[in-house]
């Protein structure tokens, strides 16, 4: 019949399009009584929503003819104004908003990846990255990292062995391994991506979610100090307002920028203009937005403390965990035999659910790791949830 038939249709490259793991496991944790560990959810209890409500009443009221109309690819001039007043030496010029820092990776995928590019990645990496670079059919370099992410000596080696297009780096509470990379290895990072000339993607999502210490140097203010035009910043307000907002922006070299401009004429035209005019409203109030990051940084750190806790109570002493500064989420390793895809499957059963390590790496290595997130789970839900996960890895382990 006619519908089946579209199985034949399919352009060559959607034989790179795979389902998304994390939102795979998401539709399955719907259940009630499910407990996961799965998506890297924001804390739905710190939406401002109230404040969204007012604030979206304010702008219907004053500008509702522009907050609904067609709006300019680039973006809401005065968000992209307020952006470029955060980033060193930045101007709106160089800010492109998308719809989600997800539709950015997309973009730049699409404007700086032919088949068979190569793209440096880090092991592991935010699988998301992979799955919007996959449609352009790369090439991945895998880079090995320490305690504080990418290892230069491994990094060099790879750029000295044949051109990398471009290197999608995480140094800010990674996804999926909550690392941190401190600042003499970003200076290092920098001078050596300058050296060889290859762009750095820089996607700094979770930059605002630090516990303790002050924030780092982001890529992008290190190279522009150097003289910049090396560092494409990728940022969203999916984890300091609400994801379902899908407001993020790229930041980079104006002809870069350019082409990601005319990339999203052929996407979307442009993001939503009401949800860019409603951000902007809530960013400028800088007393109340630096609250809203302190609510949210708080919390954080607090659900961290409390999955620390039942890691070390309900884990079998042969997983291993990196403790996170910052961010989301807690990255473990179990015995080289596990498989964690085996232990889902398990978990499940016993209605609890986590992200499988694998998907995150470009190299199809890291069976045995998982990604758990904190960001949106009460006390109960990890003591209870951990339980559940130690029991299904103790009979895995073939342990009572
Ligand atoms: C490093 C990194 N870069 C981009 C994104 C996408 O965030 P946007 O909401 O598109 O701005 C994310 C969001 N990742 C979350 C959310 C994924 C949400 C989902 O697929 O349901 C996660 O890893 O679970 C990220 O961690």
Same mark, same amino acid.
């Given at each position: 019949n006619l519908e089946a038939s579209f199985e034949d249709r399919f352009a060559a490259r959607t034989q790179r399009i795979q389902a998304s793991t994390i939102r795979e496991i998401l539709k399955l944790?719907?259940?009630?009584g499910f407990i996961s560990f799965a998506g890297g959810l924001p804390a739905a209890d710190l939406f401002p929503i109230d404040r969204i409500g007012e604030a979206t009443q304010r702008i219907l009221r004053e500008q509702g003819a522009q907050a609904l109309q067609y709006s300019t690819t680039e973006g809401y001039l005065p968000l992209r104004e307020w952006i470029a007043s955060r980033v060193p030496g930045a101007t709106p010029e160089n800010v492109q908003i998308v719809s989600g820092s997800q539709q950015g990776l997309d973009l730049i995928g699409k404007v700086l990846i032919d088949p068979g590019s190569r793209v440096l990645v880090e092991?592991?990496?935010?699988l998301g990255a992979l799955s919007a670079f996959n449609p352009y059919e790369p090439e991945y370099v895998s880079v090995s990292m320490d305690d504080e992410g990418l290892e230069l000596g491994a990094l060099e080696a790879a750029l000295k062995a044949r051109p990398v297009k471009f290197m999608y780096v995480l140094p800010t509470f990674q996804n999926p391994s909550g690392r941190l990379m401190g600042l003499e290895r970003r200076r290092a990072l920098v001078e050596l991506a300058r050296k060889y000339q290859t762009p750095i993607l820089e996607d700094d999502a979770y930059a605002e979610l630090y516990f303790d210490g002050k924030p780092l140097p982001t890529l992008y203010a290190l190279d522009h100090a150097l003289g910049g035009g090396n560092v494409i910043y990728l940022s969203t307000t999916s984890k300091t307002l609400a994801p379902g907002l899908r407001v993020a922006w790229v930041v980079g070299p104006r002809p870069l920028i350019q082409k990601i401009t005319f990339a999203k004429q052929g996407a979307?035209?442009? =993001?939503p203009t009401l949800n860019q005019m409603l951000v902007y409203e809530l960013v400028r109030d800088g007393a109340w937005y630096g609250a809203q990051i302190d609510r949210i940084r708080q919390t954080y750190q607090t659900r961290c403390h409390w999955m620390l806790e039942a890691l070390q109570q309900y884990?079998?002493?042969d997983i291993g965990w990196i403790v996170p500064r910052g961010g989301m989420f807690f990255w473990l390793t179990a015995p080289a035999g596990l498989d964690s895809l085996e232990l889902l499957k398990r978990a499940v059963e016993e209605k609890t659910a986590f992200v499988p390590g694998?998907?995150?790496?470009a190299d199809g290595s890291g069976k045995n790791t998982l990604r758990l997130s904190?960001? =949106?789970?009460?006390r109960e839900q990890i003591e209870e949830g951990l339980q559940r996960l130690g029991r299904a890895i103790h009979r895995m382990l073939g342990r009572a």
């Open positions: 944790t719907t259940q009630p092991a592991p990496t935010y979307d035209l442009h =993001s884990m079998p002493e694998q998907p995150f790496f904190y960001s =949106s789970a009460s």
